[in-house]
């Protein structure tokens, strides 16, 4: 470093530590050298910081804020079952201003430390080296070691695993490393962002930055915040000279040894695993007196893996817990010490997760057992029920007289008390019909439980970011369609063993919507056959009976039965469109949380699928009051597939009426008596906007069969009159581009109607209804021997040779009178 005389800009320099190439960088974003440019070794990742812009500025002494630190080594801190912490070791050489400082007692001391370290893992574990395979040719002085250091909790002896020699530091990633893959891939992990101060999901397949000086903090996600303890009996000392002599150390360790017999400190042992090492502190020259306090615990730590942990007296102290968001602003100074901070990278290590769920059945037995006939009254359905039930109720617990009078010592918000308030055992006792002696009994053996219990942690959604991120490898989803049916429903079926089954790939992504999930990714699962909402036999859909609560509406879309009445209720009472309805769930109920990125097409609901709900909705129920199954055809278009039975509901409609029909009230009838006192007729109010509306229908009298498109003049029967002079009783052909023959009195008919489409007659026509002196329009009157003409008009029709939606008159010829008719009359 003392070689590095000058550094110039747009030149080549060699590292001091490794002779590697510097890379000029900058300015720094922060640090003791803000703004400052600055130049990194990519081989040692070793730093030289700028005191002013270069070029051609000689170097002082390059000692910054981004310099790592000298003695960044392997801690020894072990895992309790749910947390791990994972630690780079940098194999740079260490700097020689600061490996000068170390004198022969304080190397010895480290030696004779690690040498009692390995001895203690050697007798108290089943120890284990494993190594990550290699990924190619690494360079030597690129290759960074770490070490993850693993516990696997057992009755006898805790099994311990110690993963070296990792090629692809500092992107690392679990799947880098089969050993690391197959302690930690199973559960949910969380990675904590010292920056942000929040814990982030954590994917297997996502690259992980090894910052914080070489620290991975990685926690199980099913923990909360309130979880996290701060132990600063092992936290880093201020890196000053006062902190590293003797006398500063036996004055911490006085602090240390009175803090540990004070009553009201909790117990470590009480809260966690018996099979924990107390962590190391490898915080440069701070190392080695951390190392000291470790050897003077040494007992204190073998007696939590041999023994319980009855005692204060053999615990190790720990400060109370601090949740993760107050943790980088507070320090604790129980013991004497500046507690640690996450601000702190390398004081990461001093957050230990506890567990305090974590509990065997043998445990709960012990305590169950000491209450006669509760063993024999208590069930597993009860047990969950009263978790839930006192988690609930915690902060009733918290807040009532009982408690506080109970806990005024310690923290009631970490601490359950020892005994339930008198109104909660109360409610326990009728809820779960256990006497009191029973839910005392149930509160001792499951009040740790109950307190660190979170129903968001252990419900559906909770559930379902793990199918999500494991599931669909497998082809599992948390919401999986499946037929109601389990055994073959054919009568001709022949079979020996008629159970369902499906083959690989018969599955399908679809969408389902719903109102407490949102739009969720699913999987239907189908054979040949049977299928969530119906069976296919012969091209042939047979529904089951009944209206399913998953309604098909499309080949990946399924929707729930009470989403698709709120639809329905939605267009009745507020006239909401099909567009606004989808537009409306799409914003605020569909969930994105709910919907992976690669499922291979759009969550979003469309307006075809509202109204294929409500048509599918309205089509099951009317099958389920007759008493019918519905059959529909299966290899149709959607659009097409319900329309034989929605024609054939019309009809049963315009049959029999409206299933209404038959109601009278006396609100709605009046009955009229005659001279004898019995009713001689009554009358019924109707309800009407004065607008009656029919539908469109074919050109021709009395016919009833129904149009090919409502844009036609005729059924397909009467589909050659298209070609027919509109005027009836007129047989001769229409010149091309009008509907009219070549007579001129037709020809002039079908002129004045066109003139119809002008806006200007539509106005004129408008301001002659206002007045009743109003003159009829005599653009439209033919003064050929007093001839007249009346128009009708009707707006569903399109006229074809205009762009506007025009009725198609046709025209009536009276010999009689010598008047000429243009009939619209298309709807019913």
């Given amino acids: 470093m003392s070689s590095m005389k000058s550094i110039q800009a747009k030149k080549v320099h060699a590292c001091g530590k490794c002779n590697a190439a510097l890379e000029i960088k900058g300015p720094a974003a922060g640090g003791n050298f803000p703004g400052r440019f600055y130049v990194h070794c990519n081989a040692c990742k070793w730093h030289y910081t700028f005191f002013e812009d270069p070029p051609g500025l000689r170097v002082k002494q390059p000692t910054s804020a981004t310099t790592p630190m000298s003695s960044s080594r392997t801690s020894r801190t072990l895992v309790t079952g749910n947390y791990c912490v994972i630690q780079t070791q940098r194999m740079a050489e260490l700097a ?70 990792c090629p692809t530091w500092p992107l690392w990633r679990f799947v880098d490393c089969d050993i690391a893959q197959s302690l930690i891939i199973g559960n949910r992990i969380q990675v904590y962002d010292s920056s942000a101060r929040i814990w982030m999901d954590c994917t297997p397949q996502t690259y992980h930055f090894v910052t914080n000086r070489g620290y991975l903090l990685i926690r199980y996600r099913h923990l909360q915040d309130e979880d996290i303890l701060e132990l600063p009996k092992f936290s880093a000392l201020a890196r000053d000279s006062e902190a590293r002599s003797d006398q500063d150390v036996a004055i911490k360790d006085a602090s240390i040894s009175t803090n540990s017999s004070n009553p009201s400190t909790p117990s470590y042992a009480a809260t966690t695993s018996k099979t924990l090492l107390p962590p190391h502190s490898t915080h440069s020259s701070s190392f080695y007196t951390a190392k000291r306090k470790y050897r003077r615990s040494k007992q204190v730590s073998t007696t939590h893996f041999d023994n319980a942990a009855d005692s204060d007296s053999d615990a190790v102290e720990a400060s109370s817990p601090v949740p993760i968001s107050q943790a980088s602003s507070k320090r604790c100074n129980t013991s004497g010490q500046r507690g640690a901070s996450l601000d702190n990278p390398i004081d990461l290590r001093t957050f230990i997760q506890l567990d305090r769920m974590e509990c065997t ?99 559906d959604i909770s559930d379902a970011h793990l199918f999500y991120e494991s599931g669909e490898r497998y082809g599992f989803m948390l919401r999986s369609l499946w037929p109601p049916v389990t055994f073959c429903t054919n009568t001709l079926c022949t079979a020996g063993d008629k159970t369902l089954s499906y083959y690989p790939g018969s599955k399908r992504k679809v969408v389902l919507y719903t109102l407490e999930d949102g739009a969720c990714a699913t999987y239907h699962s189908c054979k040949t056959t049977y299928h969530n909402n119906y069976s296919v036999k012969d091209g042939i859909r047979t529904y089951y009976g009944g209206v399913p609560d998953i309604i098909e509406i499309g080949k990946h879309q399924f929707i729930g039965k009470n989403v698709a009445n709120m639809f329905m209720s939605l267009m009745l009472i507020s006239w909401t469109s099909a567009t606004n309805n989808a537009e409306v769930y799409n914003s605020t109920i569909s969930k994105p949380e709910n919907q992976p990125e690669d499922w291979g097409f759009t969550f979003d609901l469309r ?67 005659g001279s004898d006192g019995v009713p001689e007729y009554y009358a019924r109010a109707i309800v009407s906007d004065g607008i009656t509306i029919g539908h469109p229908c074919c050109n021709v009298a009395h016919c009833e069969v129904a149009l090919a498109s409502k844009r036609h003049r ?20 229409v010149v091309t581009g009008t509907l009219s023959c070549n007579i001129p009195e037709h020809v002039q008919l079908f002129l004045n109607y066109k003139k119809r489409k002008n806006a200007n007659f539509q106005r004129k026509k408008t301001k002659s209804k206002i007045t009743s002196t109003a ?44 008047q000429v008719r243009m009939n619209t009359n298309l709807n019913r």
């Fill in 96 to 165: 020689q201003r600061e490996a000068d400082e170390q004198s022969a007692r304080e190397a010895e001391l480290e030696r004779q430390d690690d040498e009692d370290f390995y001895r203690q893992l050697n007798e108290l574990c089943d120890f284990s080296t494993l190594y990550a395979e290699s990924q190619g040719s690494v360079q030597p002085s690129r290759v960074h070691s770490f070490r993850l250091v693993c516990w696997t909790k057992q009755d006898t002896k805790p099994s311990v695993s110690i993963i070296d020699a």
């Fill in 361 to 459: 059945w043998r445990e709960l037995n012990q305590v169950i057992s000491s209450h006669p006939g509760l063993d024999e009254t208590l069930n597993f359905e009860d047990a969950m029920r009263f978790i839930r039930l006192a988690a609930s109720l915690k902060r009733d617990i918290i807040h009532a007289k009982e408690t506080r009078n109970s806990t005024r010592n310690s923290n009631p918000i970490l601490e359950p008390p020892q005994n339930l308030p008198e109104a909660v055992a109360s409610f326990m006792g009728d809820a779960l019909s256990l006497s009191k002696d029973h839910v005392k009994g149930c509160w001792d053996a499951l009040k740790d439980i109950s307190w660190n219990y979170s129903s968001r942690d252990h419900s």
């Fill in 607 to 673: 307006s075809e699928h509202i109204w294929n709900a409500i048509a599918y909705l309205a089509i099951l129920e009317h099958y389920e009051n007759d008493g019918r199954r519905l059959e529909i055809p299966h290899g149709e278009e959607e659009k097409d597939r319900l329309s034989q039975v929605i024609c054939e509901r019309n009809r049963v409609f315009d049959e029999n009426g409206q299933p209404e029909w038959a109601h009278y009230c006396s609100k709605c009838v009046r009955f009229f008596n």
């Fill in 714 to 733: 005729f059924c397909p029967e009467h589909m050659y009159l298209d070609a027919v002079c509109a005027v009836e009783e007129c047989t001769n052909p």
């Fill in 775 to 818: 003159k009829p329009p005599s653009d439209i009157i033919l003064t050929d021997s007093g001839s007249t003409c009346e128009l009708y008009d009707a707006d569903d029709v399109d006229d074809p040779l205009g762009d506007e939606e025009e009725a198609i008159e046709t025209l009536e010829a009276l010999p009689s009178s010598q």
